[in-house]
């Protein structure tokens, strides 16, 4: 009963944000931010990331806008980006579009939607399986990065996510990077809010 209560907190807290949030539309695609900081200029940084996407890898392109409702950036602790299959939505966390190069916001939209195209053909996302699917997107990282000019910082740092440890997305790993970070920033959340959150990770 308590979680049923959890979930429906989180269900109507994410339909005000969402309500709430600045957007625009790419070829048909729904992109949105809520955040502190300049949402405009958010909304702008994943405009251009998604036009990097077009202009590089086109096949990729077509995918991302196939597999997503929504790119929605706002606040996500201890992650940078992640895919809601229920709600075909990618969301980024607005701190990380903001401070990084477009290259690796777009990067991130492409992992986001190798997620998608795995669940949609029957892969599930498990505690036991994370690793493998998250390494299956790192590579598709590297596959969309190979195509940029210029991009040698970029492939260097996916070529690493690629040596992570599994026990990087074991369940208390995961756990524990979402707790330390969301203990770091308050995201201009209300207190309870907070705390409803948190109780429901």
């Not at 201890?78 to 916001?105: H, N």
């Not at 492409?110 to 996302?125: D, K, Q, S």
Request: hydrophobic share 40%.
């Amino acid at each position: 009963m308590i979680g049923k209560i959890r979930r429906a907190v989180h269900r109507f807290v994410d339909f005000l944000l969402l309500r709430f949030s600045k957007s625009t539309s790419v070829d048909g695609l729904w992109i949105g931010a809520f955040c502190d900081g300049d949402q405009g200029e958010v909304i702008v940084r994943v405009q251009s990331a998604l036009a990097l996407i077009k202009a590089h890898d086109a096949k990729r392109y077509k995918r991302t806008i196939a597999s997503f409702d929504r790119i929605w950036a706002s606040y996500l602790f201890g992650a940078v980006g992640r895919y809601l299959p229920e709600e075909r939505r990618c969301q980024l966390d607005s701190e990380f579009v903001l401070s990084s190069p477009i290259e690796t916001v777009a990067s991130t939209i492409v992992h986001e939607a190798t997620h998608a195209r795995l669940i949609n053909v029957g892969i599930p996302y498990t505690y036991e399986n994370r690793h493998r699917v998250e390494k299956a997107c790192i590579r598709q990282e590297l596959v969309f990065a190979q195509r940029i000019p210029g991009a040698d910082d970029l492939r260097r740092r996916i070529n690493e996510k690629l040596r992570l440890d599994p026990d990087v997305w074991s369940r208390e790993t995961s756990s524990a990077r979402f707790r330390e970070a969301f203990a770091e920033s308050d995201g201009g959340l209300p207190k309870w809010l907070r705390r409803r959150l948190c109780k429901a990770e």
